[in-house]
């Protein structure tokens, strides 16, 4: 599921427009992201703090069991990274 | 004559140069971005910056130094500038500003436990994590195996 600052319209706009089925949070004032350590101050287009790229991987307790912080921006995750980490969650 | 020609095919050139150095830099954030093949090394692009160099090189040839008017000369250095500005902010953003992120080091180590939250999602409604977690998977009564948190920076 994806956090990002972006109001609950605006991320509804993005899953209609690109036809995402996963849950899609939103954190406007950033307090999920700060209890996260992944706020980027003032990276927004329009200055406003946004989040850092970030992954954590939960298994069924809630306990991380991986996480992913890329160095650049333009260098993300692929979907063969995940699947591979989802591989070993517990069943 | 043949001094007018030459100097034209080598204004050909500058152009050119140009033209393709502004594709250079403005294809990478319209077209090449959406790949990972050519976003995480953006190769494509700095194959069409090497290009643009070769028709700066071959403008230069074509040009005889001893009839310049300073109208051509003007418009060679301006568009020169505009190329040098666009391999410069394309350099600038691949090398250095995307590499500008927070080293997160406070965030929750793998072993702990994730920090709880309530957010509204989509439809505005209220979702916590231990929702998340013990909620049946769609199709399946089984709660899932695990949950994927994705922090992102935004839709824009």
Known sequence: MAISVDTPELSRGLCQRHGYTYTFLSDPKAEVIRRYDVLHPGAGIKSQDIARPAEFLLDSSGIIRWKYLTDDFRVRLRPDQILEAAQTLPQ | ?156
Not at chain 2, 27 to 44: E, G
């Open chain 2, 1 to 156: 004559m043949n001094v007018a020609i030459s100097n034209r095919s080598g204004a050909g050139y500058w152009w050119a140069g140009t033209v393709v150095a502004l594709i250079g830099f403005l294809s990478y954030p319209l077209l090449f971005s959406q790949f990972p093949i050519t976003r995480d090394v953006p190769w494509v692009n700095f194959l069409l910056f090497a290009i643009a160099a070769l028709l700066f090189v071959l403008g230069l040839r074509h040009t005889s130094s001893n009839s310049i008017e300073w109208r051509t000369w003007i418009s060679r250095t301006v568009l020169g500038v505009v190329s040098l500005w666009a391999l410069w902010s394309f350099c600038f953003i691949v090398f250095y500003k995307s590499k500008q992120l927070p080293l997160a080091g406070g965030s929750p180590q793998v072993g702990q436990k994730a920090p709880d939250f309530e957010l509204q999602d989509t439809n505005n409604q209220p979702v916590t994590l231990a929702q998340l977690l013990s909620a049946p998977v769609p199709g399946t009564q089984a709660p899932p195996r695990g949950v994927l948190l994705v922090f992102y920076r935004g839709y824009w």
